[in-house]
């Protein structure tokens, strides 16, 4: 707690580094706030206002003040249509995590069987262990009635009972009443009332509300304390390997910033080289669930998808050529000269535009590998100089003019692996030189012996032309489908891996004077850090307390044993129901595989008692004592993954208890019939 001799202080989140004392300008900030998130027609938007409060006389609790059921807009609102689905949508989404206290805010003069808030709690927290009412208005129902029978439970039974409060009216607010008074007058209503004064103790009073939300709290810390422990120790990794990742605060000296220079290309260099060998490293872990291909394994994929639509053992070289296009071809080569004498220039005429085929997919291949490398370095260099993107940018030029000359080089042969194979023909496949070197064919494809005597013999040379057009082609592809990612691969992918730690060393040595220059951080940088180490202290604090502090155990020594036993029950019982669920899960899946003629089992529908776990759960670090907005404005509730953490501003004295404020929250949720 804070010191009892420092007067209380309210803080705004969305207001930074500004602490308000005089709390008539805390409600008038909230009002503001409203207006600004929500308009000025009353409209209502899923953005909470985040309000904490510093106070000794204050229990530490995380109120959300959920907005009213609203069922029909109000008339010249900015309310939707929708409306009553809107908070209906919004109030199940918090009430629903089984951690979460339900605060069931009614008016006494309503009747209790037809409030909504209550409907929904029932509904989801059917055994009432995190459920407690409170009456409103007491001190305004009608003459002869009073709500006795409500306070009492005699109405409507609810396990954690009925709690009856005197709230200030409109009018003291408007006279700038204070608390500590209305507190007063509230006890002295209750005390001085014909009916209210007779009941037992534990039923009428703020002060009473309070000491009872604080042991149900207790209680529920208990129960879930191994659970909230574990989300803390997750959370504490999380901060760290995100420390980690940004580094420490940047050197003072220019050696020391020298040193953390190198030190960050080095690693950015080893980063790049073991992701495209594949190596294990701790420095790009979050790639290991990635389904997709990385590193070297995608450059790999590249080559083997090379020459793909022409490895296809249906595709033919000479498919485009019909028998009158070779004889015009032999034709065509004959010339002037005697007929009869076959010319190497047929071969070479038919043979060129099949090789022309194989430049675009090899110098695709090299683009798509030369692009790939491009991107994986710029994500690497943004991951690595997250903090220095000036040098990340230094970093990244140098790279990209490596791959951009290495990949010049490696085109250049390329296209001169494939022009040579157009412009030389030649080859020693054995099998080649065996069947297809002779000057009159012995085995013409698709004849016997008989057959080729009695052929044509013009047909005959067109038949073993285009054979050995299918086959010189096969023996060029198979050449170059090996040759042409050894060429990328030494020269693009191993070449830019050797130059690029030499080229980056070389061009730091020559910009020592712009070091301080490039180790400029945003500021963006040096808060998340700030922010991520206040987060640290604070978990490792929490997990301090919660092992040793003996004010702690104390306090939760004296929790409410039949409530704790209830959430004991609770817990075997969501144990043992998703057991069940596992169960009828197996055993129906065994039945479809065996007989899948028959229909699918109907599901298992848990029972009623099975409470869901709500995926808007308070989840993260744990803060100081936020202690909600007071009933009147209209903030709804914490940010999806739950208020950021809080240190006691200057002033205050460091808190114990309020390390679990984001585990076990108390959800107000009134009902409004407009």
């Known amino acids: 707690m804070t010191d009892v001799n420092t007067k209380p202080w309210g803080v705004f989140e969305e207001i930074k580094g500004e602490k308000f004392f005089d709390f008539q300008k805390v409600r008038e900030k909230i009002d503001w706030l409203t207006d600004q998130v929500a308009g000025k027609k009353k409209g209502i938007v899923d953005r909470p206002i985040i309000l904490t409060i510093y106070s000794h006389t204050c229990p530490d609790l995380t109120l959300i003040d959920l907005p009213g059921i609203t069922r029909i807009p109000l008339a010249g609102s900015d309310q939707p249509a929708d409306i009553e689905k809107i908070t209906k949508s919004m109030c199940h989404r918090y009430v629903k995590d089984t951690r979460t206290i339900i605060l069931c805010v009614i008016p006494a003069n309503q009747d209790l069987t037809t409030s909504e808030a209550l409907m929904m709690a029932r509904h989801l927290d059917p055994n009432g262990i995190r459920t407690l009412g409170v009456i409103t208005k007491i001190d305004i129902m009608d003459k002869g009635t009073n709500a006795k029978r409500m306070l009492l439970g005699q109405e409507v039974p609810l396990r954690l009972g009925f709690v009856g409060v005197k709230n200030r009216s409109q009018q003291d607010i408007n006279d700038n009443m204070r608390v500590q008074k209305a507190l007063f007058e509230e006890r002295k209503f209750f005390s001085t009332h014909p009916i209210y004064s007779t009941l037992p103790t534990g039923h009428l009073g703020t002060d009473v509300l309070s000491g009872k939300l604080t042991k149900v709290l207790y209680t529920h810390i208990r129960h879930h304390l191994p659970e909230i422990m574990r989300e803390i120790q997750d959370r504490m990794k999380e901060v760290s390997d995100r420390l980690k990742d940004i580094g420490p605060d940047i050197p003072m000296t220019d050696e020391e910033k020298m040193m953390l220079v190198w030190s960050m290309v080095t690693d950015f260099c080893i980063l790049y080289k073991n992701t495209i060998k594949g190596q294990f490293d701790l420095k790009r872990g979050e790639r290991k669930n990635s389904k997709e291909l990385t590193g070297g394994a995608k450059v790999k994929m590249n080559f083997y998808n090379l020459f793909k ?11 485009e050529y019909s028998d009158r296009d070779i004889e015009r071809a032999i034709i065509l080569h004959e010339g002037d000269n005697l007929p009869g004498f076959p010319s190497a220039d047929v071969f ?19 683009n798509d590998v030369y692009s790939y490398l491009d991107q994986l370095a710029s994500e690497l260099s943004e991951k690595t100089f997250a903090r220095f993107p000036s040098l990340g940018d230094e970093v990244l030029e140098t790279v990209q003019m490596v791959l951009m000359d290495e ?11 494939i022009e040579s194979e157009q412009g030389y023909m030649f080859t020693n496949d054995p ?9 009159i064919p012995t085995n013409t494809p698709g004849m016997d012996a008989k057959e080729q005597k009695k052929a044509d013999p013009a047909n005959i040379y067109v038949m073993e032309m285009r054979a050995r057009l299918e086959a010189y082609f096969k023996i060029v592809l198979k050449n170059v489908r090996d040759l042409i990612p050894k060429l990328i691969g030494n020269i693009l992918v191993r070449g830019s891996d050797e130059q690029m730690q030499f080229k980056l060393y070389t061009k730091i040595a020559k910009q020592t004077t712009m070091i301080s220059h490039l180790l400029g951080e945003p500021p963006a940088v040096a808060n998340e850090r700030k922010n991520l180490n206040t987060q640290l202290g604070t978990l490792r604090g929490a997990i301090g307390v919660l092992r040793r502090d003996p004010d ?3 306090s939760l020594a004296g929790t409410d044993s039949e409530l704790y036993q209830l959430l004991q029950e609770e817990k075997s019982r969501e144990k043992e129901q998703k057991q ?13 595989s065996i007989v899948q003629s028959q229909p699918p ?3 298992h529908i848990p029972p009623q008692g099975a409470m ?4 808007g759960g308070p989840h993260g670090p744990p803060h100081g004592p936020p202690h909600g907005v007071p009933p009147g404005a209209r903030p709804m509730g914490p940010p999806q993954g739950g208020f950021p953490p809080q240190q006691p501003p200057p002033g205050g004295k460091k808190q114990k208890t309020p390390l679990f404020q984001e585990h076990v929250q108390i959800v107000f949720t009134n009902d409004s019939k407009n």
């Open 580 to 592: 069940r669920d596992k169960e009828a899960m197996m055993s129906r899946e065994g039945r479809e």
């Open 431 to 439: 099998d080649y030189l065996k069947n297809r070197t002779d000057i």
């Open 552 to 554: 702690l155990a104390s």
């Open 612 to 615: 869901p776990h709500g995926p």
């Open 407 to 417: 990949r010049d080089k490696t085109r250049y042969l390329v296209e001169s692996v």
């Open 601 to 603: 089992p109907t599901q």
């Open 309 to 319: 639509e022409f490895d296809n053992p249906k595709y033919k070289a000479t498919n």
């Open 348 to 366: 070479i005429y038919l043979i060129q535009p099949q090789l022309e085929k194989l430049k675009e997919p090899a110098i695709d291949c090299l």
